[in-house]
């Protein structure tokens, strides 16, 4: 049974439009920044263009990702191939972080030139800081959209996309500031920013790759999870006592193993339809829920006495 809640076909749609559009804006930006960068002597904003083409290279790498996700399950992957997924966010982080550094490094070599070169350089071109602020302007968009894409599908590598956009807009801006200062004599300006810049670039980066290890780890969801299992069965007519609950993330989905107690005087049949609406209620009430077992058995002997049927509640997670 599926989760009402989680339409796959929907959320790969947009999780697919969400990197489409990424890739397609860094195109243009990349081009843009690059030989604009160049032409008006900026390193700031020639950096900003590195980037945005390093963004396009892991941005194909995140699509074909996306796309070998999307395949059912199968004999070796019985939960399907959704932990790509973190995988890609996992190349995601890889690369921002190797950008952060490659970005820092030029910076670094930018200032020692500019320190033996004293008074050599007179400043960006005007234009390179409308081209600046113009990537503010898009990348502003893009985070806005993706972030809200990535909250919605509860996809890592969508998510992952949305950091590296908030990246962006710090890069540019401070290409921008770069830019803007050394055209009033502070030449050490446009490459300090990017240097400042790369900074933070990296300490994202870090940030997505410990979030994606973490998933492929198969961390143990929280024990708020197990509390929410337990309230809403608690609901469930039948359901006399929840044992335990085994709970394990696969990419962004949910797989629940949990015991159940029930009244040890009911047919088989009768358990299994208590069990059947255990499935029901968490399907129902628990978004990316992908699959549940539910076990039963009783919570006494057939014809136990009354005062020996003491149900009890213990949840816990492995």
């Not at 070998?68 to 966010?89: F, M, N, V």
């Not at 949910?254 to 358990?271: A, E, P, Y």
Request: charged share 15%; aromatic share 10%; hydrophobic share 50%.
């Amino acid at each position: 049974m599926q989760n009402p809640y989680t339409n796959t076909q929907a959320r790969q749609q947009r999780s697919v439009y969400a990197v489409n559009l990424g890739l397609g804006a860094n195109i243009l930006l990349a081009g843009l920044k690059t030989f604009f960068g160049i032409l008006g002597h900026s390193p700031a904003l020639l950096a900003d263009g590195v980037n945005s083409t390093s963004d396009v290279a892991y941005y194909v790498v995140v699509s074909i990702f996306m796309r070998l996700a999307r395949k059912p399950a199968d004999e070796e992957h019985p939960y399907g191939h959704s932990q790509l997924e973190s995988i890609a966010a996992l190349v995601v982080g890889a690369f921002v972080i190797a950008t952060a550094i490659a970005i820092f490094w030029d910076a670094i070599n930018k200032l020692f030139d500019l320190w033996v070169r004293a008074g050599q350089y007179a400043g960006a071109q005007g234009f390179a800081l409308y081209i600046a602020l113009f990537t503010v302007g898009v990348k502003i968009y893009l985070l806005y959209t993706t972030r809200k894409i990535g909250r919605e599908t509860d996809n890592p590598a969508v998510i992952a996309l949305a950091y590296d956009h908030r990246n962006d807009i710090f890069s540019a801006s401070g290409a921008a500031i770069g830019i803007f200062l050394g055209q009033f004599g502070l030449p050490w300006a446009d490459p300090l920013a990017g240097a400042l810049v790369a900074l933070v670039i990296l300490r994202t980066g870090v940030e997505i790759v410990r979030q994606s290890s973490v998933e492929l780890m198969d961390a143990v969801p929280s024990e708020a999870l197990a509390s929410k299992v337990n309230e809403l069965l608690v609901t469930v007519p039948g359901v006399e006592l929840v044992e335990a609950v085994h709970a394990h993330r696969f990419g962004p989905y949910l797989v629940i193993n949990l015991t159940i107690g029930v009244d040890g005087n009911l047919s088989v049949f009768d358990g299994d339809k208590i069990a059947t609406q255990a499935e029901k209620t968490l399907y129902a009430n628990i978004p990316f829920l992908g699959l549940v077992h539910v076990h039963y058995h009783p919570v006494c002997e057939p014809n136990a006495l009354e005062e020996d049927r003491t149900p009890r509640r213990l949840f816990t997670l492995e």
